[in-house]
């Protein structure tokens, strides 16, 4: 029995012994805890954990939202392929590092020490992490109430972006007059902002351009466009004369129209109407008087045009004109004569009335001798260049004509008959044999001379045009540079 006490009484030693020990050589508490942090969609986040003096039979591990996704260095969980931990013992460090946040990324993390029983020994704080949302690719996205609109219809554009934390900013850019809505919740659970306007003619073809921003990433700027709008009006006629209309000759009309859709008919008419033989129509928008008579003098003409919206027309009313006017009117402007039934005295008693007339037309008279000085000058100028022109490619070609006609010209010509110049200094090869001399028997060697022409002088070799004489053997070798003992 003492013995057993003895023993127990050891063993409850020992175990105190190791508690204490196990107690100096296990965690001791963090040294660097994480902290909160807001981060947008795409970039990448650190988190910080250094606890001190672990146990060997303890580790770190990283909880998301309160589950385990790493022990020490090693992530566990597939999901969190993005996730890596910088892992070094010696220091202490057990950092988490997101490559590239994702919305699922946002909540809690907490740094955790766990036991050789996987059992909690201390947590860090939980720093909470906001994942800043942006909106994904495909926004905004535009639309309209309907595919096209008539003039004076209310006309509503929507824009529509992804419901975000936090929420994108949307803005209409275009400046019809219009007025912007604030940002509310789609049926889709989306958010949208409208735009809305009464509908002009001027809107027709128009662009209209939904902008988004985002306070997450302000480097972010997408749009999307509506357009070009379909605004639908009834046709805005105008008839417009090509010319005067002139008692006599032919008067043209034209009918101009803009509609949306396309015009379908064109109609014309004549009030007081007039017979169809005076006139004629071309592709329905030219109207042709062939003959212009006095009667047609104040008729209203009118083009009427109508499409699938409603109608419109233009009226125009006739001034015809004599021949004689119009021959007055023109000599009047040329400041040759007022009018031919017109007498001095009534010129005068009409001077004040038609002073302003008066004096354009001396205006004219005054200017007239400054166009004609005008035209004069210009035409000297014209001259003057000219001469000029010429009088340089003359100077030009005095230095080609000296060239050419002062080159010396050679005494012999090439079979197509033109000159062959021949330099000043040139070097020309003879071949020959020396005769027998009679006196001694022998021949002389194959020998080359070289004859050479310098301007001024004239150098030949001694053989040329010369006759061999009589002379003893060893003289006509010494001239010819041959040494005796060689023969």
Same mark, same amino acid.
Request: glycine letters at 4%.
């Given at each position: 029995?003492?013995?057993?006490?003895?023993?127990?009484?050891?063993?409850?030693?020992?175990?105190?012994?190791?508690?204490?020990?196990?107690?100096?050589?296990?965690?001791?508490?963090?040294?660097?805890?994480?902290?909160?942090?807001?981060?947008?969609?795409?970039?990448?986040?650190?988190?910080?954990?250094?606890?001190?003096?672990?146990?060997?039979?303890?580790?770190?591990?990283?909880?998301?939202?309160?589950?385990?996704?790493?022990?020490?260095?090693?992530?566990?969980?597939?999901?969190?392929?993005?996730?890596?931990?910088?892992?070094?013992?010696?220091?202490?460090?057990?950092?988490?590092?997101?490559?590239?946040?994702?919305?699922?990324?946002?909540?809690?993390?907490?740094?955790?020490?766990?036991?050789?029983?996987?059992?909690?020994?201390?947590?860090?704080?939980?720093?909470?992490?906001?994942?800043?949302?942006?909106?994904?690719?495909?926004?905004?996205?535009?639309?309209?109430?309907?595919?096209?609109?008539?003039?004076?219809?209310?006309?509503?554009?929507?824009?529509?972006?992804?419901?975000?934390?936090?929420?994108?900013?949307?803005?209409?850019?275009?400046?019809?007059?219009?007025?912007?809505?604030?940002?509310?919740?789609?049926?889709?659970?989306?958010?949208?902002?409208?735009?809305?306007?009464?509908?002009?003619?001027?809107?027709?073809?128009?662009?209209?351009?939904?902008?988004?921003?985002?306070?997450?990433?302000?480097?972010?700027?997408?749009?999307?466009?509506?357009?070009?709008?379909?605004?639908?009006?009834?046709?805005?006629?105008?008839?417009?004369?090509?010319?005067? #209309? !002139? @008692? =006599?000759?032919?008067? &043209?009309?034209?009918? /101009?129209?803009?509609?949306?859709?396309?015009?379908?008919?064109?109609?014309?008419?004549?009030?007081?109407?007039?017979?169809?033989?005076?006139?004629?129509?071309?592709?329905?928008?030219?109207?042709?008087?062939?003959?212009?008579?006095?009667?047609?003098?104040?008729?209203?003409?009118?083009?009427?045009?109508?499409?699938?919206?409603?109608?419109?027309?233009?009226?125009?009313?006739?001034?015809?004109?004599?021949?004689?006017?119009?021959?007055?009117?023109?000599?009047?402007?040329?400041?040759?004569?007022?009018?031919?039934?017109?007498?001095?005295?009534?010129?005068?008693?009409?001077?004040?009335?038609?002073?302003?007339?008066?004096?354009?037309?001396?205006?004219?008279?005054?200017?007239?001798?400054?166009?004609?000085?005008?035209?004069?000058?210009?035409?000297?100028?014209?001259?003057?260049?000219?001469?000029?022109?010429? #009088? !340089? @490619? =003359?100077?030009?070609? &005095?230095?080609?004509? /000296?060239?050419?006609?002062?080159?010396?010209?050679?005494?012999?010509?090439?079979?197509?008959?033109?000159?062959?110049?021949?330099?000043?200094?040139?070097?020309?090869?003879?071949?020959?044999?020396?005769?027998?001399?009679?006196?001694?028997?022998?021949?002389?060697?194959?020998?080359?001379?070289?004859?050479?022409?310098?301007?001024?002088?004239?150098?030949?070799?001694?053989?040329?045009?010369?006759?061999?004489?009589?002379?003893?053997?060893?003289?006509?070798?010494?001239?010819?540079?041959?040494?005796?003992?060689?023969?």
């Amino acid at each position: 029995m003492a013995l057993n006490m003895l023993y127990k009484l050891y063993c409850t030693r020992l175990v105190l012994l190791t508690f204490v020990l196990y107690e100096v050589t296990s965690f001791s508490g963090f040294q660097m805890e994480p902290s909160d942090i807001n981060q947008a969609e795409g970039e990448p986040v650190y988190f910080t954990c250094i606890v001190r003096k672990l146990d060997d039979s303890e580790y770190v591990s990283w909880l998301h939202n309160g589950h385990k996704i790493s022990k020490n260095g090693d992530i566990v969980i597939n999901t969190y392929s993005h996730y890596s931990i910088e892992f070094d013992s010696a220091f202490g460090s057990y950092n988490l590092r997101i490559q590239n946040v994702q919305r699922r990324d946002k909540g809690g993390y907490t740094c955790t020490v766990y036991d050789s029983y996987d059992q909690i020994v201390e947590e860090s704080r939980t720093a909470n992490f906001t994942v800043l949302e942006i909106p994904q690719q495909q926004y905004p996205i535009c639309s309209s109430t309907k595919p096209s609109y008539r003039v004076d219809q209310s006309v509503v554009l929507s824009c529509i972006s992804e419901n975000t934390t936090p929420l994108a900013l949307l803005r209409w850019v275009h400046n019809t007059g219009g007025s912007e809505s604030g940002l509310k919740e789609s049926l889709t659970g989306n958010y949208e902002k409208s735009y809305s306007f009464i509908a002009k003619q001027s809107d027709n073809r128009a662009i209209f351009t939904c902008e988004l921003t985002t306070s997450a990433n302000p480097s972010i700027v997408r749009n999307c466009t509506i357009g070009p709008l379909d605004v639908l009006y009834p046709p805005i006629v105008r008839i417009q004369q090509t010319r005067d #209309v !002139i @008692l =006599g000759n032919e008067a &043209i009309f034209i009918c /101009y129209s803009d509609a949306n859709p396309q015009e379908t008919t064109f109609e014309w008419s004549f009030d007081p109407p007039i017979g169809e033989n005076m006139y004629l129509l071309e592709n329905e928008i030219i109207l042709r008087i062939k003959k212009t008579l006095s009667s047609l003098n104040g008729t209203s003409v009118i083009c009427k045009v109508t499409n699938s919206i409603g109608s419109g027309s233009s009226k125009l009313i006739v001034n015809v004109k004599s021949k004689e006017s119009i021959n007055n009117v023109v000599e009047s402007n040329n400041g040759k004569e007022t009018t031919k039934s017109e007498k001095p005295n009534e010129r005068n008693k009409n001077k004040s009335n038609n002073q302003n007339s008066n004096s354009n037309q001396q205006l004219l008279q005054t200017r007239s001798p400054n166009n004609s000085s005008t035209d004069i000058s210009i035409s000297l100028v014209v001259i003057i260049a000219l001469v000029c022109i010429i #009088v !340089i @490619l =003359g100077l030009a070609l &005095i230095p080609v004509g /000296y060239m050419k006609y002062t080159r010396r010209q050679p005494s012999d010509t090439i079979s197509r008959g033109r000159p062959v110049s021949i330099p000043d200094v040139y070097f020309e090869p003879r071949d020959h044999i020396d005769p027998m001399l009679p006196q001694l028997g022998l021949a002389a060697p194959w020998m080359r001379t070289v004859g050479v022409q310098v301007p001024g002088e004239c150098e030949y070799d001694a053989t040329y045009n010369t006759q061999v004489m009589p002379q003893p053997r060893q003289v006509y070798y010494t001239q010819r540079m041959y040494p005796a003992s060689s023969l």
